[in-house]
């Protein structure tokens, strides 16, 4: 709805105004969760993985591609290519369907903590919308690249 989508952009001009601090926090978060997973990034041998510019460089990408997802929730339709796309880059990577709802709670509660309190039940019920959608155009992407890899 015209409703949640605007939920969502307001909430996110609010993390993306430090989207440093949330990204990197994003990615602990995601390494938290799933150990192994830090095994799929370049930076996974840095010593101070908080302060690795190799890091910060990733979350920044992965910020700013949030922020396009975010405003491209006002034309699904041309979201879709991009998503899809998104996908299939991350198949060469050796990620999995199984990533999926990890990076997707690592998400909403990185969100969780960078809004405070103006994460209210309905921007948190907006934002699960929003990952469930995500993950229902990224999954098929990334399984069809996958058979081919």
Same mark, same amino acid.
Request: cysteine-free; hydrophobic content about 50%; aromatic content about 8%.
């Given at each position: 709805?015209? *409703?949640? %989508? !605007? +939920?969502? *952009?307001?909430?996110?001009?609010?993390?993306?105004?430090?989207?440093? *601090? $949330? @990204?990197?926090?994003?990615?602990? %978060? &995601?390494? *938290?969760?799933?150990? @192994?997973?830090?095994?799929?990034?370049?930076?996974? /041998?840095?010593?101070?993985?908080?302060?690795?510019?190799?890091?910060? &460089?990733?979350?920044? #990408?992965? #910020? %700013?591609?949030? =922020?396009?997802?975010?405003? @491209?929730?006002?034309?699904?339709?041309?979201?879709?290519?991009?998503?899809?796309?998104?996908?299939? %880059? $991350?198949?060469?990577?050796?990620?999995?369907?199984?990533?999926?709802?990890?990076? =997707?709670?690592?998400?909403?509660?990185?969100?969780?903590?960078?809004?405070? /309190?103006?994460?209210?039940?309905?921007? +948190?019920?907006?934002?699960?919308?929003?990952? &469930?959608?995500?993950?229902?155009? #990224?999954?098929?992407?990334?399984?069809?690249? !996958?058979?081919?890899?």
């Amino acid at each position: 709805t015209d *409703e949640a %989508r !605007t +939920r969502v *952009e307001e909430s996110w001009a609010l993390v993306e105004a430090n989207a440093a *601090e $949330h @990204g990197i926090k994003f990615f602990l %978060r &995601i390494f *938290e969760i799933a150990p @192994g997973a830090l095994q799929l990034f370049s930076f996974k /041998d840095e010593e101070n993985l908080a302060a690795s510019p190799k890091l910060k &460089i990733h979350a920044m #990408m992965v #910020m %700013r591609t949030v =922020g396009t997802a975010v405003a @491209g929730l006002k034309d699904i339709p041309s979201l879709i290519p991009v998503l899809q796309d998104l996908a299939r %880059r $991350h198949a060469n990577y050796k990620v999995e369907e199984a990533h999926f709802p990890i990076v =997707g709670q690592a998400l909403l509660e990185t969100l969780a903590t960078g809004l405070g /309190d103006k994460w209210t039940p309905e921007v +948190r019920d907006a934002w699960t919308d929003v990952w &469930i959608t995500i993950v229902s155009v #990224m999954v098929p992407a990334l399984l069809e690249e !996958t058979a081919k890899v």
